[in-house]
């Protein structure tokens, strides 16, 4: 909130401020359908996909710190997985259901 907006104590979920993209026309046809496939206007649509791909992108980066000793058991567990269990080991030996 900038100082010169008044506090109603609600969420301000305004939707004041624009972003400007430009796009071919075979890229905004793409868009469209996709968005009246979901029952949205196009920059719902949009937004909504750039919002997920950008929450995505942050959540990929994440970063967390560990002390030495957490961080060596840490290490050990990614060297030494666990070994798979028989009920693992069916599954993956027997046929896919299309090759059946």
């Known amino acids: 909130m900038t100082s010169a907006e008044p506090n109603t104590g609600r969420s ?58 957490a961080h060596e058991q840490f290490l050990a567990i990614l060297d030494a997985p666990a070994a798979p269990s028989d009920e693992i080991r069916q599954r993956l030996t027997r046929p896919a259901p299309w090759e059946r």
């Not at 993209?21 to 920059?43: D, F, H, V, Y």
């Not at 929450?55 to 030495?68: A, G, I, K, S, W």
Request: charged residues 35%.
């Open 12 to 69: 301000l979920s305004r939707k004041g401020d624009v972003i400007q993209i430009r796009a071919s026309s075979e890229t905004k046809a793409l868009l469209n359908r996709a968005a009246t496939l979901r029952g949205q206007k196009l920059s719902e649509f949009m937004l909504d996909s750039a919002r997920r791909q950008a929450e995505e992108t942050l959540l990929d980066q994440r970063v967390f710190f560990l002390e030495p000793e």
